[in-house]
């Protein structure tokens, strides 16, 4: 049962916390196309402070590409989970049994013929999925939509269909970020620490879901938007650039916490 989240502050990023980020539309702010978004100056400096304050326990939970990632958060000490799911910068068994999934030919064919009749639709073809984009082209959502729902109608013993905003994504069955932030939790850095996933969209509601039910945090970005005012995220944040400078200040937070070792080091004072 999903109920209207909570406003206001959220709880803070506690010494305990495994962190599970979404990218677009929670750290960056939606671009036009996924090509545009912009890094903002300071963020992987956030992200590494994070990171060094729980132990590597932070994540990035995207939609995007594992090697998109990679390139727009150069030198980020993250983990990093692409495709929702199906890829990720360390061994998962649950997640590598999805690999070498490919989206049916057939599939991305039809999808090809649909971007080529419609010159502002994108179509993004991932390792292991493929993402068509509406966003430039309003007029021609409600043809992707039938056509999508067909698709996934047709290969439903193969592909997932993810409906985010003004994008119709087809994902390997069994694919989820709520699946790969369980699979995270079962291994270091992450076994035994606190969930808390952030994200905007549909997608990140599985993560969400696993969230609540390991008594962690559930924190949606993006209040304003009424189609996701239902979610069962339990805290919401008005937008990015509000959610960059809540994470700077828990950043700041914890590593007030930290002290140079013996060797000049710092290291975080952890409660035991
Ligand atoms: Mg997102």
């Known amino acids: 049962m999903r109920r209207r989240p909570r406003t206001g502050v959220p709880p803070a990023i506690g010494a305990d916390t495994g962190l599970f980020l979404d990218v677009d539309g929670t750290l960056l702010d939606i671009a036009p196309t996924p090509d545009a978004v912009v890094v903002h100056e300071g963020l992987v400096e956030t992200l590494n402070r994070l990171s060094a304050a729980l132990d590597g326990a932070v994540a ?17 000490d993250v983990v990093l989970v692409g495709e929702h799911g199906a890829t990720a910068s360390v061994a998962l068994p649950a997640i590598d049994a999805a690999r070498g999934e490919r989206p049916p030919p057939a599939l991305t064919a039809a999808l090809r013929r649909f971007a080529a009749r419609h010159p502002d639709t994108l179509l993004e073809l991932k390792g292991h ?15 992707a939509r039938r056509l999508a729902l067909a698709l996934a ?18 994902i390997p069955t069994g694919t989820s970020k709520g699946r790969a932030i369980e699979a995270l939790l079962d291994e270091e850095p992450f076994r035994g620490r606190v969930p808390y996933v952030v994200g905007d969209d549909v997608t990140d509601e599985d993560g969400f879901a696993v969230a609540n039910r390991r008594g962690g945090v559930s924190l949606r970005v993006g209040s ?4 996701m005012a239902e979610s069962s995220a339990h805290f919401t944040i008005a937008n990015p650039p509000q959610l960059r400078k809540w994470l700077r200040r828990c950043a700041e937070a914890l590593g007030s916490g930290a002290r140079p070792d013996a060797r000049g ?6 409660a035991s």
Not at 62 to 75: E, H, K, N, P, Q
Not at 134 to 139: D, E, H, N
Not at 161 to 170: H, N, P, S, T
Not at 224 to 227: Q, V
Request: glycine share 6%.
């Open 60 to 76: 990035l939970v995207s939609g995007r590409r594992r090697a998109d990632l990679r390139s727009l958060f150069r030198g980020a």
């Open 153 to 170: 109608e047709t290969y439903r013993d193969r592909v997932r269909l993810l409906r985010g905003k003004a994008v119709f994504e087809f």
């Open 224 to 227: 304003a938007d009424l189609r």
């Open 265 to 270: 080091n710092h290291r975080t004072l952890r």
């Open 129 to 143: 999925g493929a993402a068509l984009h509406v966003r430039r082209a309003p007029a021609a959502a409600p043809a």
